[in-house]
């Protein structure tokens, strides 16, 4: 079993404001915020794009969150290297973080870009990424 495709992008950053409306100046608009230093911004019918304030201590990071139909019937790829298996989060779905095993998604040899990925499972209602943040 496959993947449905890239359901958002998840973003860590220092400065909630500044990065909103850095993507506001690309054509994105907020669809909400969460009052607390998060909110999801859209532009089109595409992924949309979660953005979380962190603080200064701790590594800004990009996570692609990928959409699954059934997470008990998914079996990655021997490529896949699974950081944390699926499990329920307190926001309505089932989460499993996985990397590229060999970081071919990796530009710059870090270690770090673009190497998690989320694969979510929804669970009866859609729950919003307020919820996530929570």
């Not at 449905?4 to 992008?9: D, L, P, T, Y």
């Not at 059934?70 to 089932?94: I, Q």
Request: proline share 4%; glycine share 10%.
């Amino acid at each position: 079993m496959t993947t449905e495709g890239i359901e958002a992008v998840y973003l860590t950053t220092h400065n909630w404001g500044k990065a909103a409306k850095f993507f506001q100046s690309l054509g994105f608009d907020i669809e909400f915020s969460t009052g607390h230093d998060s909110g999801q911004l859209r532009n089109g019918a595409g992924p949309y794009l979660f953005i979380a304030e962190i603080p200064e201590n701790q590594e800004a990071q990009v996570n692609i969150v990928l959409k699954v139909a059934d997470a008990d019937a998914f079996r990655p790829d021997t490529v896949v290297d699974v950081v944390r298996p699926f499990e329920d989060t307190h926001y309505g779905t089932r989460e499993m973080t996985v990397r590229d095993r060999r970081a071919t998604l990796d530009p710059t040899g870090s270690g770090q870009a673009l190497n998690r990925h989320r694969l979510i499972k929804r669970r009866g209602h859609h729950a919003g990424p307020a919820d996530r943040a929570g």
